[in-house]
């Protein structure tokens, strides 16, 4: 009986969206997902640390994410450290249709010509202190 009812759940629970059968098939192999950038709160009572990740918009905010695209630290007090980014995984995560939370919009439209300009730059070679015997 109780295997009755679950069936009966689980064909009940998409009967109120609207569009065709394949959208259903497509929830119920887990092939819909919507990705979204937002924080992930880590840190102690008065001392609050974020990650900003992609994660699956149906996780909870602590929950299992996708990737790590960057860290957001309120309580330095210079505001230029405060955020670090990856931003050729921020711009490939918003290519494919990923959606910034709006404190995550507001980051990184203040930071990320920061982070391009860095990644842009070559990274220069550490100067030779020690040359080689020949």
């Known amino acids: 009986m109780l ?3 679950v069936r009966t759940t689980i064909d009940t629970r998409f009967s109120f969206n609207r569009g065709s059968s394949n959208r259903v098939q497509e929830v119920q192999k887990g092939g819909l997902v919507a990705v979204r950038i937002r924080m992930m ?3 102690r009572k008065h001392r609050p640390y974020f990650r900003i990740v992609a994660i699956d918009s149906r996780q909870p905010r602590d929950g299992r994410i996708i990737e790590e695209l960057g860290t957001y ?5 210079d505001t230029d450290l405060r955020v670090t980014l990856k ?3 921020v711009k490939y995560w918003m290519g494919v249709g990923a959606k910034p939370s709006e404190r995550v919009a507001v980051l990184f439209k203040k930071y990320m010509a920061k982070f391009e300009q860095q990644a842009a ?3 220069t070679p550490p100067a030779e202190a020690s040359a080689s015997p020949a």
């Open 3 to 5: 295997g009755r009812i």
């Open 41 to 43: 709160m880590l840190g």
């Open 73 to 77: 630290d309120p309580m330095i007090k």
């Open 87 to 89: 931003p050729a995984r």
């Open 121 to 123: 730059q070559p990274a």
